[in-house]
């Protein structure tokens, strides 16, 4: 896209990702420097003419968390400050999404918080991929265009050729992510009823479904310590299904999460590159990365031509 004002810039959080949507766009990534003063505090200087320009921010709020989100709230500000048309914040992973809503006495919605950040530092628009809960882009008082990884983890395990499989939701909130899957494989569709008894810990109680005698893939928007995937794994295997496999778009892998998916009875787990894997992850070969780069370029293009981007929604 030969186009002067259309211009694409990276946070630290995922550079690689950043890059392959560029390649994709076929548009050179926007130069600027990034670093820290001696106390830790990031600065942030562009270094070429954003004036007037369709401006695109990167950036994964990914560990670190609070210094990626830090980054991308002060790059969108010195975008705004150096009189961008327009700078739409492009978040393959929305942080702090896990408090949505008021669940119990005394805690933040920290999701509204961080959409309110976004605002008041300058962003025009943002653009994510697979919300913990969709009800976050009414958050915003600006235009948040949701887009899914489904398709992209979907073609991958139609093309595996998995016979007579279940798809499984790990609780009763990702049901409607679970049933595309299931609509889409022309699958069974099996429920987890899960209890969780504090943060990061839950208890599987039962499966609802049919789950005996067929493989099954359990498909999730996150994992983050793995324990939930897990104790499900287990649980299915139990109730009489022949191996286990698993799907998510946000591999955020942390704590005990690698070590616990090496252990696993689980045979693999796709992930996409939404969040850069560790160097710990990177070598577990049942560990599988998808790109969203494409999907991601796809919707940045419709945003800029002002063309449809609702094909992508699905």
């Known amino acids: 896209m030969a186009d002067d004002k259309f211009k694409i810039f990276s946070g630290s959080a ?3 990702l950043c890059e392959a949507i560029c390649h994709y766009l076929g548009v050179p990534r926007g130069r600027a420097e990034r670093g820290q003063f001696s106390d830790g505090e990031s600065r942030f200087q562009i270094l070429e003419n954003v004036r007037g320009a369709d401006v695109f921010v990167v950036q994964a709020c990914c560990h670190p968390v609070d210094f990626h989100l830090m980054e991308l709230l002060l790059m969108v500000d010195a975008f705004k400050r150096a009189s961008a048309w327009r700078v739409t914040a492009v978040i393959p992973y929305y942080a702090y999404a896990r408090q949505d809503r008021k669940d119990r006495p005394r805690v933040p919605i920290s999701a509204k918080l961080v959409a309110d950040l976004l605002e008041t530092a300058g962003a025009s628009r943002a653009l994510t991929l697979d919300l913990h809960a969709p009800q976050i882009q009414g958050y915003f008082n600006v235009p948040v265009d949701h ?5 992209v983890l979907v073609e991958y395990f139609q093309k595996r050729g998995l016979h007579a499989i279940t798809v499984v939701s790990p609780d009763a909130g990702g049901v409607e992510r679970a049933r595309f899957f299931a609509k889409k494989m022309d699958a069974p569709l099996a429920i987890v009823d ?3 008894i504090d943060v990061n810990v ?12 067929r493989p099954a893939l359990v498909i999730d928007d996150i994992i983050d310590t793995a324990g939930t995937l897990v104790k499900t794994a287990e649980a299915l ?3 009489g299904a022949t191996e286990v496999y698993a799907g998510c778009t946000h591999a955020i892998l942390s704590g005990p999460a690698v070590d616990r998916i090496c252990k696993s009875p689980i045979k693999e787990v796709i992930v996409t590159d939404s969040v850069p894997l560790s160097p710990e992850a990177k070598k577990v070969p049942k560990i599988k990365v998808l790109s969203v780069a494409e999907l991601l370029a796809r919707g940045i293009r419709s945003i800029h031509e002002e063309t449809s981007i609702s094909e992508l929604f699905i």
């Open 14 to 16: 995922n550079p690689a």
């Open 147 to 151: 887009l899914f990884a489904a398709p």
């Open 194 to 196: 899960k209890r969780r």
């Open 202 to 213: 839950s208890e599987v109680m039962n499966i609802v479904g049919d789950v005996k005698g």
């Open 237 to 239: 295997l139990k109730e």
